[in-house]
C-alpha cells in the first residue's frame, strides 16, 4: 500500500534499540545451526499461510500446511516451485546497452534488450555511483523509491522498507502515498468516517453468525481472495463463513459474476451492470425515504450533512429523483427489486460487506461514501450484526483477535543528512499518490492536486524498485512504457524475470523469502500467534538478501552504519523478538524466551473473549459524545464541508452518482463489453504466476477470459480459443472460458497475469494476458488520485492467424 496492514497502522510497535539484551536474548543462535536450513521439517510463513517444509539433502521436496491452520491455501503447492522455478535471476545482470552507453541509453529498447553478467561487486559500484551522481545533480527529488508491491511478510526482509532505508541514508528519495488496492477510499473515508476504514477489524465473525440476518457480499470474493495476507494469514474468514452458511440464513451477492463465494453460500445473485453500483445504492436510499423507512433517530444523532444530501437524492437540486426507476436504467436492475432489497435490509438485520472494486473505478470515491449513506439510512451502524465492513474479503477480516503483544519491524530510518545529495532546493512533493509515477514521468514540475493541495511532481531520474511488479499492476501498459523511457536508470531487485525486472537497466538476483530467517505475526486482523520464519533452504545461484544488498550499497554510500547498526540478520530478529517478550513481561502474560521461541517456532495466544465480541463502532453507537469518530464533527458526515471547501468538480462534498469517462451502455462507449479484473485464484497478484500453478487455468497457455455464451456466439468464440481482447489503449491475447457464471455484455481477465510482449501484424500485444495493457490511466478525481484499473471496455475476437508463443516464463536473452 505504501501498504500496510491493519495491525501495523493500528498497533504495532516502533523498533527499540538492543543495547542490553542481557543473556536471555544473548548471541548462543547467531552461529551455526539456526540461520542454516537443515534436513527433515522447516516451519516458515509466506502471504498464503504458515507451514511445515520438507527437506532433503538442501533440497525442498514437499510442504504442508500448519497444523493450527485448519484452512490451509492451495496456493502453497506454488510456493516451493518459486524456489525452483525457471524464472530465477540467477546473477547480477546489466542491461547491455546501458552498460556500454551508461544512463539513459537507448531507453527504448528496454525489454528488448540483452543482459550482460557481471559481477557482484561491479554491479554494487554501478547502483551507489548512481545514486550518487543523481544525488547531486537533482537532488532527492531525482529518486524515486516507493517500490509499490507485497514483497515478504517478515519483518526484517520487507524489500521495500529497506529500499527505502538504504535511500534515506543516501539523503532522501520520493516515496508514494496509498496503494493500489484502496485509494480512492484511503482518501474519503477518513472525511465521512474519520478512520482509513479498509484495514480495520470488522464486526467479528461470531457476532455475524449470531445476529445477521442478511449477509451482503458487494463486488467481492472472500472465498478467494482471504486465501492471501499481508502477514502470515490465519484464514480465520472461512471459519467465519463456514459458520454462517450453516445458518442457512439468507446470503446475497451483488456481482457481475458468479463467483466462488457465491456458489459456496448458494447466494442470491444479483448482477448490476459494473461501475453503477452508485445508482444501485441511491435508489434504494430514494426508497427508503419516500417510504418513510429511513431511521430518522439515527440520522439525527450519529451523522452530519443529511439534509444537504435530502435534496439531491429526492430531485430537488436537479430536477431528477433518484428513484428505483431512474436507477433501474443505469444499473439494469428491475426496479421492483431495488425497492425490495431497500425494505428487507431496513426489516432485518443487515451487513453491507463491499469489496474494494468498485472504489478503483472513476469517482470511486463515490461508491463507499454511499455505501455508508445507505447503511447510515438503515439505521443498524454500531448493532450487533448490522452496518457496513469493508475488509471481510481481505485478509480474513473479522477473525477475532487475540490481546498478545507484538513483534516490531524494521523501519525505513528516516532521511539523513548526506555528503552526496545536492542542496539546491526543491518545492516538488517528496511522496506522490502511488498511481500517480507516470504521469510525473510525463509531467515533471507540473502541479497535481491532491486531497486538499496543491502539489508539484518531481523531476524523477532513477527508479529504483525491490519487492514488486509495477509493469503488472500499473495501468495504461503502453502509456507506462513510453513515459518509462524518461527514466535515466531503472534498478530492480528481485527472484525472478518479471516484466519488471526485464525492462530494468541493472538487475540484482535477491533471495526468495524461504531463502532467509525472519519473523512475523500470524493473522493480520486475529494477530494470534508469532511466527519464527525459518529458511527453508540456502540461497540458490548467486541470490543475496536484499538485507545484505542494501547494506553493501550503503557501504559504498558511506552510511552503512545508519542502515543495518551494526547488526545481522539475527540480531535483528532477536530484537524484534524482545519488543513483543518486553510487552508481554510489563503485562504480566507469560512468553518464553528468544532461544525457546526459536526452536518451537511459534508462540501461540488465545482469542479473547472482547474479540470474538466485538462489535465495530458499538461504543460510538452507545455514546457519541464520549466514543467520538475522528471527523471534524466528530460523527459520520454525509456531507463534508473540508471537502465542499476544495472546490473540485469531479468530488462533490456528499456521494452523488457520476458518469464514468466509460462504461458499458455508457452514452459515449466506443466498445460493447466491459472488463472486470479481479483477484486470481491461484495466485497473490502476479507473485506464483511464474510457477507450475498456472497449469490448473490456464486456457491454451494464456490468462482465462471468461466470456458469456450469447457474447460469444455473437462473435463466434467457442470454449479454449485463443481470443484478442482490444480497445483503443492496448491489447491482449487470452484463453476463451465461455460461461453463465458471468454477465452479458461482461468479460473478466484476472489482473496479474505476466506482461509478454510480441509484434504482430496487428501491433505490438500481450501474448500472455496482461490486461492493464486495456486500462487507462486517469485518476480517480482530484481527491483522492486512485487508479481507474475498473473502468475499461473493449471488445473481444478470436484470434486469426499465427498464434505468437508466450515465452515470458523463461529466462531473456543471457539472463
Known amino acids: ?142 529518486l524515486f523509491g516507493g517500490s509499490y508491491g507485497w514483497f515478504s511478510p517478515g519483518k526484517l526482509h520487507n524489500a521495500r522498507t529497506l529500499g527505502r532505508r538504504m535511500l534515506n541514508g543516501s539523503g532522501g528519495f520520493v516515496s508514494h502515498i496509498g496503494d493500489y488496492s484502496t485509494a480512492a477510499s484511503q482518501v474519503i473515508m477518513p472525511h465521512v468516517m474519520g478512520t482509513l476504514e479498509v484495514y480495520e477489524q470488522q464486526t467479528a465473525w461470531p457476532v455475524v453468525v449470531e445476529n445477521t440476518d442478511i449477509l451482503v457480499i458487494w463486488g467481492a470474493d472472500p472465498y478467494v481472495t482471504n486465501q492471501i495476507g499481508w502477514v502470515i494469514p490465519d484464514h480465520g474468514g472461512y471459519k467465519g463463513m463456514e459458520d454462517f452458511k450453516k445458518t442457512g440464513k439468507r446470503v446475497i451477492c451483488i456481482d457481475p459474476i458468479k463467483t466462488d463465494t457465491c456458489k459456496y453460500f448458494d447466494a442470491e445473485l444479483i448482477s448490476p451492470k459494473p461501475q453503477t453500483d452508485v445508482a444501485m445504492m441511491l435508489g434504494m436510499a430514494h426508497t427508503l425515504q419516500s417510504e418513510g423507512l429511513s431511521d430518522t433517530d439515527f440520522l439525527e444523532n450519529y451523522t452530519t450533512g443529511f439534509d444537504k444530501f435530502l435534496p439531491y437524492l429526492m430531485g430537488e ?230 538485507f545484505d544488498i542494501f547494506a553493501e550499497i550503503s557501504e559504498r554510500l558511506g552510511s552503512r552504519e545508519f542502515f543495518d547498526e551494526g547488526k545481522d540478520e539475527m540480531a535483528w530478529i532477536r530484537q524484534f523478538y524482545k519488543t513483543a517478550y518486553d510487552q508481554a513481561d510489563s503485562s504480566g502474560i507469560d512468553m518464553p524466551d528468544f532461544d525457546a521461541f526459536w526452536e518451537k517456532g511459534h508462540v501461540l495466544y488465545p482469542i479473547t473473549d472482547e474479540g470474538k465480541n466485538y462489535v465495530r463502532y458499538g461504543d460510538f453507537r452507545e455514546d457519541p459524545l464520549l466514543e467520538p469518530l475522528g471527523t471534524p464533527s ?59 500453478l498456472r497449469e490448473k487455468y490456464t486456457v491454451a497457455d494464456r490468462e482465462p477470459c471468461l466470456i458469456n455464451p450469447a457474447d460469444a456466439k455473437a462473435r463466434d468464440i467457442v470454449d479454449g480459443d485463443v481470443v484478442r481482447v482490444f480497445n483503443d489503449r492496448g491489447q491482449c491475447l487470452a484463453g476463451a472460458v465461455v460461461t453463465d457464471d458471468i454477465r452479458k455484455g461482461v468479460i473478466r481477465v484476472c489482473e496479474g497475469a505476466w506482461y509478454d510482449p510480441v509484434k504482430t501484424p496487428m501491433g505490438k500485444l500481450c501474448s500472455y494476458g496482461d490486461i492493464n495493457n486495456l486500462t487507462d490511466n486517469r485518476s480517480t478525481s482530484k481527491l483522492a488520485q486512485g487508479n481507474c484499473g475498473h473502468t475499461a471496455i473493449a471488445d473481444v475476437e478470436k484470434f486469426k492467424g499465427d498464434v505468437p508463443a508466450v515465452t515470458v516464463f523463461n529466462t531473456p536473452v543471457n539472463g
Open 634 to 692: 466528530g460523527l459520520i458526515e454525509i456531507y463534508s464541508r473540508n471537502i465542499e471547501k476544495m472546490g473540485y468538480d469531479d468530488c462533490p462534498p456528499h456521494p452523488m452518482w457520476m458518469e464514468p469517462f466509460e462504461r458499458l451502455d455508457g452514452p459515449d462507449a466506443k466498445f460493447p463489453l466491459h472488463v472486470t479484473t479481479s483477484h486470481p485464484k491461484h495466485r497473490l497478484h502476479s507473485q506464483l504466476c511464474g510457477t507450475k
Open 1 to 142: 500500500m505504501a501498504k500496510t496492514n491493519g495491525l501495523s497502522r493500528r498497533s504495532f510497535l516502533g523498533t527499540t534499540a538492543v543495547a542490553s539484551l542481557g543473556a536471555l536474548f544473548g548471541p548462543s543462535l547467531l552461529g551455526s545451526g539456526v540461520a542454516r536450513a537443515a534436513n527433515g521439517e522447516v516451519l516458515t510463513g509466506s502471504h498464503w499461510g504458515a507451514f511445515r517444509a520438507t527437506v532433503k539433502d538442501g533440497r525442498w521436496t514437499s510442504v504442508r500446511g500448519w497444523e493450527h491452520d485448519p484452512y490451509p491455501s492451495s496456493q502453497l503447492e506454488g510456493v516451493m516451485d518459486s524456489v525452483y522455478s525457471p524464472t530465477r535471476i540467477k546473477y547480477p545482470m546489466v542491461r547491455r546497452a546501458y552498460l556500454e552507453g551508461g544512463p539513459g541509453a537507448s531507453p527504448e529498447t528496454r525489454g528488448m534488450d540483452d543482459f550482460v553478467r557481471v559481477s557482484w561487486d561491479k554491479a554494487l559500484d554501478l547502483v551507489a555511483n548512481e545514486i550518487k551522481r543523481v544525488q547531486k545533480e537533482h537532488g532527492p527529488e531525482g
Open 317 to 546: 437540486t436537479d430536477g431528477q429523483p433518484k428513484s428505483a426507476e431512474w436507477a433501474s436504467e443505469i444499473c439494469g436492475i428491475e426496479a421492483k427489486l431495488i425497492k425490495q432489497l431497500a425494505r428487507d435490509f431496513k426489516e432485518n438485520r443487515t451487513m453491507l460487506s463491499s469489496g474494494w472494486s468498485m472504489q478503483r473505478m472513476h469517482h470511486g470515491e463515490q461508491a463507499h461514501w454511499m455505501l455508508v449513506t445507505l447503511a447510515c439510512m438503515l439505521g443498524q451502524i454500531g448493532l450487533p450484526g448490522g452496518g457496513f465492513g469493508l475488509s471481510y474479503h481481505y485478509a480474513n477480516g473479522g477473525s477475532p483477535s487475540a490481546s498478545g503483544p507484538k513483534v516490531s519491524g524494521i523501519s525505513d530510518g528516516g532521511r539523513q543528512e548526506s555528503k552526496w545529495a545536492s542542496s539546491k532546493p526543491s518545492k516538488a512533493a517528496t511522496a506522490l499518490p502511488v498511481s500517480r509515477l507516470v504521469e510525473a514521468l510525463e509531467n515533471p514540475g507540473g502541479e497535481f492536486d491532491f486531497n486538499g493541495k496543491r502539489q508539484i511532481f518531481p523531476d524523477v531520474r532513477l527508479v529504483y524498485w525491490s519487492g514488486g511488479n509495477p509493469f503488472m499492476h500499473h495501468q495504461d501498459r503502453n502509456g507506462m512504457l513510453k513515459a518509462w523511457e524518461k527514466v535515466e536508470t531503472f534498478i530492480v531487485n528481485d527472484f525472478q524475470w518479471t516484466a519488471t525486472a526485464r525492462h530494468a537497466d541493472i538487475v540484482l538476483p535477491a533471495t526468495t523469502t524461504y531463502e532467509r530467517n525472519d519473523i512475523s505475526m500470524y493473522g493480520d486482523y486475529s494477530a494470534n500467534a508469532i511466527i519464527a520464519m525459518k529458511k527453508v533452504v540456502e540461497p540458490m545461484y548467486e541470490a543475496r538478501n536484499d
